[in-house]
């Protein structure tokens, strides 16, 4: 988008690129900071007062304020989403090819664990899994069932993170090698264990916990630490509190 565009032209070419099957909604300043970080193509910026979010780049994200100054074009967010985002601004970013995604979560040896979401059912808590996914350098985030891990309402509750590691969509058969540590309240206490790099730590539904074909092709069984008589902790927390006993950077 030109600098010199009307809010007709940048309503007409937002609608444009948003018709894409390879565009992704950044919902908000954080997510379009976080993409803009991590690499993202970023095809179209709209804000109700563009000035207004020159000002929180340059107070919140310095490092990525060119990039949002020339980006940011004026049009009323009210005519191009549902909601608008208290920030102000949202942007369409390309999503990542598959092909890439799926070589780096392949490639071995490999320098974190894989966060591995089986037939997952609440958007928020997967969006927020990303996030601890990126903060705690987990090579990627996978999901078995029918969600997709890159629905606008992920993505928003991801904060932009899928930018910053991978994120996709599995069956069974199609997972990467490694050993899998299964989530699961039958199983070891997890302070009892040291948990490898390769592995792909995987977690079960908010519901219905791992599912039988998963729990089968588990190499090991692992349970947190947990009160008697309370049922279960919030997935995206029985994530963080397994990436932390794994050691990543965030726990360093």
């Known amino acids: 988008m030109s600098e010199r565009q009307g809010s007709g032209e940048v309503q007409r070419e937002w609608r444009e690129c948003a018709d894409r099957d390879d565009v992704v909604l950044l919902d908000g300043f954080h997510a379009l900071k976080h993409a803009l970080r991590f690499g993202a193509e970023v095809l179209a910026v709209v804000a109700d007062e563009p000035g207004a979010v ?3 780049a340059a107070g919140l994200a310095p490092d990525v304020e060119p990039e949002v100054a020339r980006l940011v074009r004026r049009a009323p967010l009210k005519e191009l989403l ?3 985002h208290p920030t102000g601004v949202a942007a369409l970013a390309v999503r990542p090819g598959r092909e890439a995604g799926r070589a780096a979560l392949a490639r071995t040896p490999r320098p974190a664990p894989i966060v591995l979401l089986d037939h ?3 958007l928020g808590n997967v969006g927020a899994v990303v996030r601890l996914a990126a903060g705690f350098g987990a090579t990627g985030v996978v999901t078995r069932g029918d969600l997709d891990p890159w ?12 930018y910053a590691t991978t994120v996709d969509r599995m069956e069974l058969e199609e997972l990467p090698a490694g050993p899998v540590y299964a989530l699961d309240p039958e ?6 264990l040291t948990l490898p790099d390769d592995a792909l730590l995987a977690f079960g539904s908010e519901r219905h916990g ?4 998963l729990r089968a092709r588990a190499d ?15 997935l995206a927390t029985s994530v963080a509190m397994t990436l932390f006993h794994w050691g990543g950077p965030a726990a360093r």
Do not use: F, K, T, W
Request: proline fraction near 13%; aromatic fraction near 2%.
């Open 54 to 56: 020159r000002e929180l």
């Open 82 to 84: 549902p909601r608008a």
């Open 120 to 122: 997952p059912r609440n």
């Open 151 to 162: 629905h606008p309402n992920v993505v928003r509750a991801g904060a932009g993170l899928h």
């Open 187 to 192: 199983g070891e206490d997890i302070r009892a």
């Open 210 to 213: 791992i599912s039988p074909e």
């Open 220 to 234: 090991h069984l692992v349970s947190l630490p947990m009160r008697p008589q309370v049922s279960s902790y919030n």
